[in-house]
């Protein structure tokens, strides 16, 4: 198709030849004229569990400072037949495919090119191809089945670490902005009817071992046309966005010169749920019960589960101030009740991650970074057998006059587990405080469960407001 084009378009304009190889075949191409280049995306047909994969479309991009005009490519494109030689009109094959503008553009939702359809999560449909740096190493056919020649698990993530830090720069140089939370690399397709990174090798001068199919989780919606890695002029490292992979709990790192004591946790979470509340009003000014944490008349939920958002104020570090805020959907932290609406997972991820600055009375106006996802091996997300309380748990019923309030506590602490999905954990008591008659109870504990637990873990009377947060203990991290 480009050569067919760059023909048709050379013999009409023959005083723009050597621009056309330059923009169009990218011979003789320089580093400065890579951003006006032309691409030309083969679009194999997804968007369906079933679906092919089979090309039946192509995405000719024209970026805006160009120097071809793009109708003047459009038409170097309209009606191609890729069976005749645009040279000298010699038919070559009967039956090859004939090029028309197409009218139905649907298929372009499928690749986040529609204006609705950013995302952040994508996937490789035609793998990448990454510098030689990331290439894995070569076994020989006739050997493969010798130990020598075997790789171990320590050979495999070092080439995956080698290929992660190449997708970093593929990025870079492919101009996209956002910033990568997580890259995932492997040589398999991520849908059923994909195709292994080497079956791409064939009619490319690129060796197989630096084909890689990735998986990139963006820290904000991103738009497409997504194309990474050295052959993405011609295809190769075409990525689709993963539908309904929305965000279930986002991190918001304060911004290094704000200084916020943890003491004013309560009053900043405050002005975090006010301006969350005033992010989801809809059309008709009600806010949606995930925010409010009230009925549409006004009332409390009442339902006796858990349907709005929890709100957390992080001190990190240990040196008594805020470093980040946890915003958590209820359904992770509450685990007993059935799966959310998809209409649900939607509405928390657009609303929380619009969410930029807070401006919260005398602390003033708090500047938010971008927002990140809470990964594994962050220690208010473990996985971990055995977690920590960072903030004061409190309980959800009162001990009772003269009774035993540690064990009350303790009972209270089991029982809110339970209430949330969590296995049955062994606690002990850090620390414990409580007030005349069995009221006031607070305490600090650990948590000691038979298999690890993934957090977020908030529980207790506050834990909607911070209140009740786990980390998980020095030394038990089960990273996945």
Known sequence: MRDAAAARLSKALPQNEALIDRILVGRGATEADKPARVRIIPLPSIGHAHADH???RVLVEVPPNCPIPADDIAWGFSGLDLGID???????HEGQPLLMLADDRSMLDHYGIAEPTAACLWRTVTPSALPQSAARRRIDPSRIHEAAEQKGVTERLHEEERATGAVVQALRHAGVKATAESIRVQREPFAAKGARAEAFVPGTRLAKARLWHAEIAFAEPTHGPLVIGDGRYLGLGLMAPVKDAWRD????????RTRIAIADSTALLHAVRRALMALSRNSTDAVPPLFSGHEPDGTPASS???????????????????????VAAPWVCDRSGHAPRRSDRAL??????????????KLGVVALAHPLTLTAGDPRFGPALTWETRTLYRPTRHAGRGKDTAAAVVRDLIAECERRGLARPEVDLLEFSGGPNGGSLAAHARLRFAVAVKGPI?????????GGLFATADGDKRGG
Not at 86 to 92: A, I, P
């Open 86 to 92: 645009h040279q000298n009109g010699e038919v070559l």
């Open 249 to 256: 709990e986002l991190v918001f790192p304060l911004l290094p």
């Open 458 to 466: 908030m529980l207790g009377r506050d834990s909607h407001m911070g």
């Open 348 to 361: 928390f991820d657009h609303v929380v991650s619009s969410l930029r600055e807070v401006r919260a009375g």
């Open 54 to 56: 089979a090309v039946r």
């Open 304 to 326: 006796g589960g858990h349907e709005h958002v929890f709100l957390a104020a992080d001190d990190a570090n240990a040196d008594g101030r805020i470093e980040r805020l946890i």
